[in-house]
């Protein structure tokens, strides 16, 4: 079992950076893959992105290539995910996950944070 806390979302202006944490909790966390998802309103649940704990291996959505940065501290057992250059179309309540391979696909996941939203003002 494994369990997972957000935080650090809020409300920013385009243009703004923001640092989302998912703090995670439980036995064999560093066998994970940790994820990244976000929901908009009305929309699919959609991958953003996602890093393993032992080597440290990236996996980014082409929508947020180059903008956002997906790292973690194993000491902490925290994952990060720094946003910059936010614009409208990155509001949403963003998840963490985890589970024991990368997918692309939400269903895929096994474990769930409770989401932090993420607002972006024009």
């Known amino acids: 079992q494994v369990q997972l806390v957000e935080s650090g979302g809020g409300l920013v202006q385009a243009g703004d950076s923001l640092r989302l944490a998912c703090a995670a909790s439980?036995?064999?966390?560093?066998?994970?893959?940790m994820g990244w998802f976000r929901q908009a309103p009305g929309k699919e649940r959609e991958f953003v992105a996602a890093?393993?704990?032992?080597?440290?291996?990236?996996n980014y959505a082409v929508s947020v290539k180059g903008r956002f940065t997906i790292s973690r501290d194993n000491a902490k057992n925290t994952v990060y995910l720094q946003m910059n250059s936010l614009n409208p179309e990155d509001a949403a309540v963003y998840y963490c996950?985890?589970?024991?391979?990368?997918?692309?696909?939400?269903?895929?996941?096994?474990?769930w944070g409770q989401g932090t939203h993420v607002t972006v003002s024009s």
């Open positions: 439980g036995r064999s966390v560093s066998s994970y893959v």
């Open positions: 996950a985890a589970d024991r391979t990368l997918h692309l696909s939400s269903r895929e996941w096994s474990y």
């Open positions: 890093i393993t704990w032992r080597f440290g291996i990236t």
